[in-house]
C-alpha cells in the first residue's frame, strides 16, 4: 500500500521516504518550531510592561481568532510560557476552517464539522474575550471594543479579510456565498434540488482569499452535478476579472488550471467584472457589456480591509495593511499584522496571495519576535514567502501548487502532478487542524 504521512516538522512540499512510507512535509507552511521558553532568562520584559506582584508581566493582544490568530496565540503561549499575558479577541465564539467550505457546497461534509469554540484556547493559557473591535488607540496601547478598552503592550492584528457581498448591486439576493458556512450550505440544498441547468460560479472583485477556491467550486460542483445524474441537461462556468487562474503564480500555473476546466467541460470567462447581478432575470451584467444568464449562481464576494484598521491610519482607504514583507511589522510601534488584512506587495506588482498557508507562516514568525522582544532579546525569524496550495478537482483528485513567491523576479510556483494523493492530503490537513491548534 502506498501511504503518504503529513508531518508539521518536514518543510512542506518536501517528501522524504521512511520504512516503506512517504513523508511529506505539512501542507500549510510551518516553519521551524519556536523556540521553547528559556527559563534561566529572567522576565525582565521591555518598558511597556506591567508590574505584577514583583514580576513584569507584558500584555499580548491579538485581534482575530482565526488561522493567524490561534497560530500565533499557541506559538508565544508555548514561547513564554505562563509568565505574561495572551489574550485573543475575536467578534465570532467560534474557529471556522474555511478550506472545508467548498466541501460542504459539493455536500460531503456536514457544516457542523468545519467550527470549534475559541474558548478552548482558554485550556492552552490563552485568554479568550468575545467582542468586536471598534477602534484602535495606537498611542494610548488600547483596542476598543463594543464593551470596554483592552490595553496592550504587543499587538498582532489577525482580523482577516471583510466580506463584502453589498459591494455589487444584487449579488446577496442573487446567490449564495461560496465563502461562508451558510452560503455554501445553502448552495448544497439548492443542488439537491437542482433540475439541471446553468451553473455560474462567479469571482465579484480582486483581491479575494485563496487564489484556487473559485476553480476548486467549479470544479467540485460540476463532479456533483455529474453524480446527480444531471451534468447532461446542464452547464457550469466560471467568470472572474482575473486575466487567468492564479495570475501570481504565472502563465504555466493558469494555462494548467485552464486545462483542468476544459478538460470537464467548463466554460472560463476571464477579465469579466460584474457591476451589478439581477435576481428577477436571473443575470450578470459585466463592465464589458455582455451579460450572462444563470439558473444557480456560486459567487465569490468582494473582499475589503475591516473599517477599524483604516480609521487607524494602518491602510488606505480601500487598500490593505501596510507591513515589513520579512516581519510583518507595521510603521507603529509594537504592532504587527498578518494574513488576510495585509497587503504585501510583490517584485512582479503583483502582491502576495490571501492564503491560510500565509498567515499561519506569518503568525509563526511574528509570536517568535514577539517572544523575543518580551524576553530583551533580538527578534530575528523572518517569513521568507514560501506558499503551497491544494486545487482540489472533485472525484476525489487534486492538485498541488508549491512555491517561493519572493522570488525574483516572479514568484516560483511548481504545480505537482494531479492526483488522489493531493486530495487526501487535504483532507489529512482537515483532520489534523483542530488537534493542532484547538
Ligand atoms: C472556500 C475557502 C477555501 C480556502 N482554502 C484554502 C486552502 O486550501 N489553503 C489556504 O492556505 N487557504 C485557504 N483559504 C484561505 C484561508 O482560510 C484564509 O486565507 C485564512 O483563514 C486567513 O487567516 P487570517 O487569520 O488572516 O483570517 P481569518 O482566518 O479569516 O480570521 C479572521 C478572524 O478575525 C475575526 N474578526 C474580524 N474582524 C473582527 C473585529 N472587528 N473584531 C473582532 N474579531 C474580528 C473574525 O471573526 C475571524 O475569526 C480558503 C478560504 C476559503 C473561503
Redesign the pocket.
Known sequence: MNVLLILNDLPYGTERSYNGLRLAGSL?ATPPAAPKPDKSSPSVGGPGHRLLRGRHMAEIVI???????VVAAKRLRRSLGGGHHVTV????RE??F??S??WVADGTRRPERLSRP?SRLNRRGVSFRV????GLDLSARRVR?DDGDVPYDYLLL?????LRPDLLPGLAAGGRN??TLDG?AGLNADLSRFPGGRLVVLVAAMPF??P??PY??AMLLEARLRAQGIRGRSEVAVYTPEPQPMPVAGPALGAAVRGMLTSRGIDYFPGHKAVAVEQQSRTIRFETGDVARYDLLAYVPPHAA?A?VVEAGLAPAGGWVKVDPKTLATPFERVWA????TGIPLANGKSLP???????AQ?EVVARNIAALVRNAAPAAEFGGE?A??VEMGDGRAGFATGNFYAMPDPIVRLKTPGRRWHWA?MLLERTWFPRWL
Open positions: 500549510w485581534v482575530g481568532g482565526g488561522v493567524g490568530g479577541v475575536d467578534r465570532a474557529h471556522l474555511q478550506p467550505l467548498l475559541l467582542g468586536a473591535v471598534q471594543l489577525a482580523p482577516g479579510a471583510e461560496l465563502y455554501a482569499k485563496c484556487a477556491a476548486e467550486a475591516p477599524f498578518v494574513g488576510d488584512v490571501k492564503a491560510g498557508v500565509f498567515a499561519e503568525a506558499g496550495c491544494f487535504k
